[in-house]
């Protein structure tokens, strides 16, 4: 199973790149800017749950022995957030293997 501290050095550039965006946001203190914001984190979400979903339904009506999944480093935190939150809330469970040899630069 996967465990996020394996991942720190992604996740945590991200989280910089995540707090710095907010961060100017507050300083800028702009309507349109904020709203286009949430959006686009909204957006993002509806992307993410809507991946999950697909792997969901597609394990359910299909067998196979392995897959694989490529996601862009801003979508590792959260994808791996919702996944462990299925798990524990809906009893669905993925036996992933990360795979974390790639640098982040």
Known sequence: ?????HHHNCID???EIDDAIVKGLQKINNEKLNRTY????EVNGNRENEILQNIYNYSKDNQYNQALLLI???HRKSIFEKIEKHKTQENRELNLTLYNNLQCR
């Not at 949430?38 to 984190?41: D, E, G, P, R, Y």
């Open 38 to 41: 949430k959006i686009w984190k």
């Open 13 to 15: 550039i991200q989280n």
């Open 72 to 74: 862009g480093s801003g």
């Open 1 to 5: 199973m996967w465990s996020l501290h």
